[in-house]
């Protein structure tokens, strides 16, 4: 059992010194491009620790953040720590994480829960994928300081079903965790309690929304509900509830270890520290990248991705996932944060960014998100539901050229009629990608308009 | 066979036994039938709905909203084209196609011999091998046209 931050430190200096004895190959790709424009916070233990050992963790440092908050500071100062940061979440939403953990922290109530998010439902993004396996404590040491600032002693990670692999690693962490008394009652001598659990969602992406994922959580389909009422006051079990992301809570621990400032001088004057992006589709180096706010699309499309392949032309890169957009060419130089991205009829999302090339049509990648949302909404509200199919079907008559000048009115109308009226955030980012394939590749509607 | 002499039951009751036979432990409780029997079928849905207090709508309504839990038996071996967004621009639609050409069925079902089914996924997060079908639980990185038949060819043999 560990019980105080000295017998930590003593584990992680053991530990180490092992570690020394047998040092593990690191990877000679880090010195390329790909890794060297890199920044990296949320995955600076991605393939150097060893996510089966929780004393790897503690070697790297881990759980010393914990044990600070849990000695050092109260609730209100680690919530201060993590405003002065200006964290926002990396879900999608972009909210400020600290005013999140005050509103919840401001609710009397004997039971509050902290949620992670790890539905990723995004497809085509695999960040929360890549620290749920690789790096499975920081998000436990995220949850644990998250309740100990919230005044909340339960948590529950919510994982897709299609992760077994990530659902098998956060199980063998809290087990260790909680055998070595890091996680569960009376933690290092504080009084503060904290457990986590898992539950498993089962392929529905609107479960990935705040309201349906805790509806899921209690064992009932996954709709979404009206907000207000706010998780912060009617969340899991009508209890007052954080929901983060499983990138937001990775961000936690080393924001108490250096600071709120130091973490807010990262990144953008809006959008600080750094992000995660997945980087697929049309583009030569794949895979997780990892960069402060602020950087250009270009430098992430060419500079650490290598370019498009096979010396075809980059038409356009998709970000968002199904409720973003479409950014042209003429875009690239483009900082990513969170206002520049919706300023130019994207939005950050969660971190999927696909390169898209000139072999691509854009009305075909359109229907495919509007038919993606369409097979995924819960069916609740009219507009969504009715308005997804009816969108598919229009799309599809400019795909086959079938189209009329009405139609691509109807189009434009119907988008806004769905953006205005559903209930909940799919139906309401549905329409996205179409809008902003229609304000940058208009051309392409109008050639599936049949002349009469 | 009766349920009571079918071992699987006795997993099934034993998995509820341990959710305390809590209602809202509902998904839980399908993830575990799922991995015992390899779908939920009509008759463990009603056992599920009569173990749990539950009415037998609730229980088929849940298992019907989500995706990842199967009502009808799978074959032998089954093949799962990823249809997520990475995998689309690099042609899994087009994969998808081929493969249920070959065999005469579409997506979702089974061939007669019972020995193949066609499943489709949202996204492994494999995304960075792109396209990816994924046979028999092993992920076949990318694949093409070819390359994903002959994949299947030698699973199914
Ligand atoms: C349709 C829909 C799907 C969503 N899917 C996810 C998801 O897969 N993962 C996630 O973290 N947030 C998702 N979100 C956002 C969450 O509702 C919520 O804002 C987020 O988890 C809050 O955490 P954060 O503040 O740390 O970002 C989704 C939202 C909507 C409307
Ligand atoms: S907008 Fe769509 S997903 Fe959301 S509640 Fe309405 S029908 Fe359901
Ligand atoms: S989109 Fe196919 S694995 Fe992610």
């Not at chain 2, 009808?72 to 093949?79: A, E, F, I, L, T």
């Amino acid at each position: 059992m560990i019980t105080s931050t000295a017998e930590l430190q003593e584990l992680a200096n053991k530990k180490r010194e092992e570690n020394e004895k047998n040092p593990r190959e690191i990877s000679s790709e880090r010195s390329t491009p790909f890794y060297t424009k890199q920044r990296r916070i949320v995955l600076e233990n991605e393939g150097l620790i060893d996510p089966d050992d929780i004393e790897d963790y503690i070697a790297h440092g881990g759980y010393m953040s914990l044990f600070k908050a849990l000695d050092e500071m109260t609730p209100k100062e680690v919530i201060e720590e993590v405003k002065i940061s200006a964290l926002r979440g990396r879900g999608g939403g972009g909210y400020p994480t600290g005013l999140k953990w005050e509103s919840v922290s401001k609710v009397q109530s004997l039971q509050k829960y902290i949620i992670c998010n790890g539905d990723e439902g995004d497809p085509g993004a695999f960040m929360d994928r890549a620290v749920m396996e690789g790096d499975p404590h920081r998000v436990l040491e995220g949850m644990a300081i998250a309740g100990y600032a919230c005044g909340a002693n339960k948590g529950y990670i919510y994982v897709r079903a299609e992760y077994p692999i990530a659902v098998e690693k956060l199980n063998r962490a809290i087990k260790q965790a909680t055998r070595l008394g890091i996680l569960g009652e009376n933690i290092a001598h504080s009084g503060f309690n904290f457990t986590v659990e898992i539950r498993l969602g089962a392929g529905a992406f609107v479960c990935g929304e705040a309201t349906a994922l805790i509806a899921s959580i209690e064992g009932n389909r996954g709709h979404p509900r009206q907000k207000p009422p706010h998780l912060s006051d009617h969340g899991l079990w009508g209890q007052p509830t954080v929901l983060n992301n499983v990138e937001t809570l990775a961000n936690i621990a080393p924001i108490i270890k250096n600071g709120g400032a130091w973490f807010r001088a990262i990144g953008t004057e809006n959008s600080s520290g750094t992000k995660v992006f997945a980087l697929t589709g049309h583009i030569k180096n794949t895979g997780l990248v990892e960069v402060p706010m602020g950087t250009t699309l270009r430098e992430l499309i060419f500079d650490i991705g290598g370019g498009v392949e096979e010396g075809r032309k980059f038409k356009a890169i998709q970000s968002g996932g199904p409720s973003g957009g479409c950014i042209p060419e003429h875009l690239l130089d483009l900082q990513v944060d969170y206002e520049s991205l919706k300023s130019a009829g994207s939005i950050m999302g969660s971190g999927g960014l696909i390169v898209i090339d000139e072999s691509s049509n854009m009305v075909e990648i359109a229907r495919f998100f509007m038919d993606f949302c369409r097979s995924e909404s819960c069916g609740k509200c009219t507009p969504c539901r009715v308005g997804t199919t009816e969108l598919t079907l229009l799309l599809d008559k400019f795909i086959k050229k079938e189209a009329t000048k009405s139609d691509f009115e109807l189009l434009k109308e119907m988008c806004n009629m769905v953006k205005s009226t559903s209930l909940c955030g799919l139906g309401q980012t549905a329409p996205n990608p179409v809008l902003s394939t229609i304000k940058y590749f208009e051309d392409e509607y109008l050639a599936g308009i049949k002349n009469d | 066979m009766s349920m009571q002499t079918d071992d699987r039951y006795n997993t099934l009751e034993k998995s509820m036994k341990k959710l305390s036979y809590e209602k809202n432990a509902l998904i839980e409780v399908l993830h575990s039938a799922q991995e015992t029997f390899g779908y939920l079928g009509i008759d463990t849905l009603k056992y599920i709905a009569k173990r749990l207090k539950l009415p037998y709508s609730k229980v088929y309504g849940v298992a019907t909203f989500y995706n990842y839990f199967r009502l009808k038996p799978k074959g032998r071996h089954n093949v799962v084209v990823c249809l997520g967004t990475a995998c689309y621009i690099k042609g899994s639609d087009k994969i998808l196609e081929k493969i249920e050409q070959r065999y005469g069925i579409k997506a979702g079902e089974t061939t007669s011999d019972e020995a193949l089914s066609i499943l489709t996924a949202r996204c492994f997060g494999s995304c960075s091998l792109a396209p990816v079908i994924v046979c028999d639980d092993v992920i076949k990185p990318k694949t093409t046209l070819e390359s994903s038949t002959l994949e299947i060819e030698e699973m199914i043999k």
